[in-house]
């Protein structure tokens, strides 16, 4: 087994971050898939749509899973260059922090997507310039 980054397909921000994870990855083995694939639904049945489309989803190769703000510093280890952030993220302040500020993201995402000009999947510029 792989360890496994989960994400909303949907979502343009989550899709950005899995470009820029793909990019830098450290470990030739972690994959990323939608949560909408039948491939997650196979292989993590245990695993709601509901649960990966409100949170990232990291499974470790053991099978262990971690949600949210707690994903990220396991998926940070496997990031070429970013093993300081997963370390400052652990600190105990931060940490306390950090899933309030991940809860807020997320919740946003969406809006926050069309801030940053990315427009949705499957968007042409006529199709969705009154997004």
Do not use: F, Y
């Given at each position: 087994m792989h360890a496994t980054l989960i994400y909303d397909a949907d979502c343009p921000m989550c899709r950005a971050v899995v470009d820029w994870v793909n990019e830098r990855k450290s470990d030739p083995d972690l994959r990323t898939l939608p949560c909408q694939s039948d491939e997650r639904v196979r292989q993590f049945p245990d695993l709601s749509q509901d649960e990966c489309l409100e949170s990232v989803q990291f499974v470790l190769e053991d099978g262990r899973r971690y949600?949210?703000?707690?994903?990220?510093?396991?998926?940070?280890?496997?990031?070429?260059?970013?093993r300081w952030l997963a370390r400052i993220l652990r600190l105990p302040g931060v940490a306390w922090v950090s899933p309030y500020v991940y809860r807020i993201v997320a919740r946003n995402r969406h809006a926050i997507s069309v801030l940053v000009h990315d427009k949705p999947r499957g968007c042409s510029d006529e199709d969705c310039s009154a997004e």
């Open positions: 949600a949210g703000a707690e994903s990220i510093p396991h998926l940070l280890l496997r990031v070429r260059g970013w």
